[in-house]
């Protein structure tokens, strides 16, 4: 999936989105994120976990599910 976004985002930042949408993440999807990101990435993974974190919180289940497995598909 190629990322829109021309901003590389750094380990610090893609961690700080995780935890600020930990509380709506079923906690499958956080462990395999965090699991991720314990572990040096390529950028374009960084990046395109960041924008699947990415307002998390605020779209529908439909797009939550599409967006889990987008997550678990990454490693």
């Known amino acids: 999936m ?3 976004c021309p901003i590389d985002h750094t380990p610090e930042q893609v ?3 995780l935890e600020s949408q930990h ?3 079923p906690e ?3 462990d395999k994120a ?3 990101l314990a572990q040096e990435q ?4 960084l990046n395109e976990l960041f924008h699947l974190l990415k307002k998390y919180d605020l ?3 439909r797009e939550r599910k599409e967006r889990n497995e987008q997550i678990l598909a990454l490693a």
Not at 42 to 45: H, I, K, N, R, V
């Open 2 to 4: 190629a990322s829109s």
């Open 34 to 36: 965090a699991g991720l």
């Open 42 to 45: 390529p950028q374009e993974t």
């Open 15 to 17: 961690k700080e989105k």
């Open 23 to 25: 509380s709506f993440l």
């Open 59 to 61: 779209v529908e289940t």
């Open 28 to 30: 499958n999807i956080y």
